[in-house]
């Protein structure tokens, strides 16, 4: 047999893998309370996001992904538009767990002047420490597979991968390629 729509069982089966620690069922949780969904989940956008905050306490990875749905207003999801929210849980992913996208939507935001008075300063800050948080990932990632880059032979020999011999950075251009997607 088929099992029928039970807004009150899914919300008794979700409080159940939340109290277990499972993040994804507390963010569930909040977006029913969000889009508003039968008796159970009438909508309630201050239930919604303390479950979507119970969500990022359990599972810190999610704290960007919530900030993007605030700030896109995902409603099919349960998320209205909310500029001081998304900048707060930017913030904190940013800050705790040194996420280099929510730095980079933290500048964005500074530079549109949503929630935050635009602040040229502050988007270069951000900005700066995305991209030194990209850089380090990816000299991580080159080391890891063993491919040595000397970017200080590169920026003080010219500014350009061409102070390299030319055999030396076809090897090195072919190795990258077979690692990365350009």
């Not at 349960?78 to 929510?102: L, M, R």
Request: with cysteine; proline share 2%.
């Amino acid at each position: 047999g088929s099992i029928t729509k039970n807004y009150n069982k899914a919300l008794e089966w979700y409080k159940k893998a939340s109290e277990q620690g499972y993040a994804e069922s507390s963010k569930a949780i909040g977006e029913l309370y969000g889009r508003g969904c039968g008796h159970s989940f009438p909508k309630d956008e201050k239930k919604a996001l303390e479950w979507v905050t119970k969500a990022t306490e359990q599972n810190s990875e999610l704290l960007s992904k919530i900030g993007w749905y605030y700030l896109q207003g995902l409603n099919y999801l349960g998320y209205t538009i909310n500029y001081k929210v998304a900048f707060e849980f930017f913030t904190k992913s940013a800050q705790h767990c040194k996420d280099a996208e929510s730095m980079h939507r933290i500048g964005n935001m500074y530079l549109h002047g949503q929630y935050v008075t635009k602040d040229y300063e502050k988007v270069k800050q951000y900005l700066y420490d995305y991209l030194y948080k990209e850089m380090d990932m990816l000299f991580n990632f080159l080391e890891k597979k063993n491919i040595k880059l000397n970017v200080r032979e590169i920026y003080f020999g010219g500014g350009s991968p061409t102070y390299y011999k030319e055999p030396e950075f076809e090897d090195l251009s072919k190795k990258l390629k077979g690692y990365l997607v350009f």
